[in-house]
């Protein structure tokens, strides 16, 4: 069984995929972590990240392997664990650039295939119900208000920041919305056959007890 989860930034789609992937003992799969992956390789070795054809040689050349575990996936580039350097915000806005290219895409979807040909995946992305797996066994479209989104964005990086500031966080996720959804190459959207869930106004638990009973067989 695949698990779709698309939605765009601090929709809560990768806690709730988590979480899902935990009770049903299923890999959690975080797509978002790839093309951050890209990213920060790219701004750790200097390349223009807007440059297509010296981020797609890059991306090529560089192993990125996602490790589940009981902690949550771990992501290593070139053997290096950088789990806890790709959650910046700056990472971020990196992701979204690299995400816009056409041969980043290929290749990252192509492992994101490899990944998941086997079933007992729950993979959460932007794409990941409209092109990496159309057939998916269930999908779900996650989304919130832009502020609350923001918020969540902002209490997860001040853990590690203090100096974050919430209005600049808040207009960082809707101009990566805009970004995503405005994007040539597979842009953020909700498959027409998955089941839309607003988080706005609720706890992660209960959007993962909504999808649990939405998962089981009729
Ligand atoms: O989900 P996360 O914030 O980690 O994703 C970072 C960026 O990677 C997104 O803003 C988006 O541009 C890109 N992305 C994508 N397709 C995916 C997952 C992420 O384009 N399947």
Known sequence: ?????????????????????????????????????????????????????????????????????????????????????????????????????????????????????????????????TVVFPGADKKFFLDADPRERGRRRFEELKVSNPEVDLESIIDQVRERDFEDKNRAVSPLKQAADAIRLDTTHLAIEDVVEKILRLCEPS
Do not use: C
Request: aromatic share 2%; net charge neutral; charged share 25%.
């Open 1 to 129: 069984m695949i698990i779709a989860i698309d939605g765009p930034a601090g929709s809560g789609k990768s806690s709730v995929a988590k979480m899902i992937a935990h009770r049903l003992g299923f890999q959690h799969i975080d797509t978002g972590a790839m093309y951050r992956a890209v990213a920060w390789k790219g701004q750790q070795t200097g390349i223009d990240l807007s440059d297509p054809d010296a981020v797609a040689r890059m991306a090529e050349a560089t192993d990125i392997e996602l490790i589940p575990g009981g902690g949550g996936q771990r992501i290593l580039v070139d053997g290096q664990d950088v789990t806890a350097q790709l959650k910046t915000e700056a990472v971020g806005r990196g992701a979204a650039t690299v995400a816009s290219q056409a041969r980043v895409r290929e290749i990252l979807v192509a492992k994101q295939r490899d990944i998941g040909k086997n079933g007992g995946v729950v993979m959460d992305g932007r794409d990941i119900g």
